[in-house]
Antibody
């Protein structure tokens, strides 16, 4: 059974930093493209970015609102993907989901809540 | 950026009714359109990939169709457990984008 578990969500002040992690089990993590998708309170889904598998180059892509502030990385030895978030803004608040998939997003974690407030 | 526009935004439906949700892309995306279901306080769940391919474990009452710019998610014989928000998603070009969502409420 595929399982994804996010962690690291917290309350942070505007301008602050936070690092989220996602641990994956039940699938071949090294072959998986991993995504981060967020959802502001009461709003829809917004893609944040993704990291390809190392065999596909391990490169990253980001949505415009987070490019230059957020960084996605992976540690295949630990089956984890991370999202480093810097210079956080109030509009970055919400639930952050990790998901697998290069094109369609087939499995999702339960999400972790990020609150950005002074 | 490709914009996906869903209609309707909200629909109140009765059990056993047939429901159709549409998703229109701002430019042609071939069949790179996927559908998700999200129930309150849950993570999204993949229903349909590449416009019409049902994902593993999805009930057969869910089906998808379309290509190019116009797509449809159909739920035949709606059940109470189908109360949720439904999103379309395109992976034709970066950035990947989602529709704004369609909320289904069961009468």
């Amino acid at each position: 059974e595929v399982q994804l578990a996010e962690s690291g969500g917290d309350l942070v002040k505007p301008g602050g930093s936070l690092r989220l992690s996602c641990a994956g089990t039940g699938f071949t993590f090294t072959n998986a493209w991993m995504n981060w998708v967020r959802q502001a309170p009461g709003k829809g889904l917004e893609w944040v970015g993704r990291i390809k598998s190392e065999v596909d180059g391990g490169t990253t892509d980001y949505a415009a609102p987070v490019k230059g502030r957020f960084t996605i990385s992976r540690d295949d030895s630990k089956n984890t993907v991370s999202l480093q978030m810097n210079s956080l803004k109030t509009e970055d608040a919400g639930v952050y989901f990790c998901s697998t998939g290069g094109f369609y997003l087939d499995y999702w974690g339960q999400g972790t809540l990020v609150t950005v407030s002074s | 950026e490709i914009v996906l526009t869903q209609s309707p935004d909200f629909q109140s439906v009765t059990p056993k009714e047939r429901v159709t949700i549409t998703c229109r892309a701002s430019q042609s995306i071939g069949s790179s359109l996927h559908w998700y279901q999200q129930k309150p306080d849950q993570s999204p769940r993949l229903l349909i990939r590449y416009a019409s391919q049902s994902f593993s474990g999805v009930p057969s009452r869910f089906s998808g169709s379309g290509s190019g710019t116009d797509f449809t998610l159909t739920i035949n014989s709606l059940e109470a457990e189908d109360a949720a928000t439904y999103y379309c998603h395109q992976s034709s070009s970066l950035p990947v984008t989602f529709g704004q969502g369609t909320r289904l409420v069961i009468k």
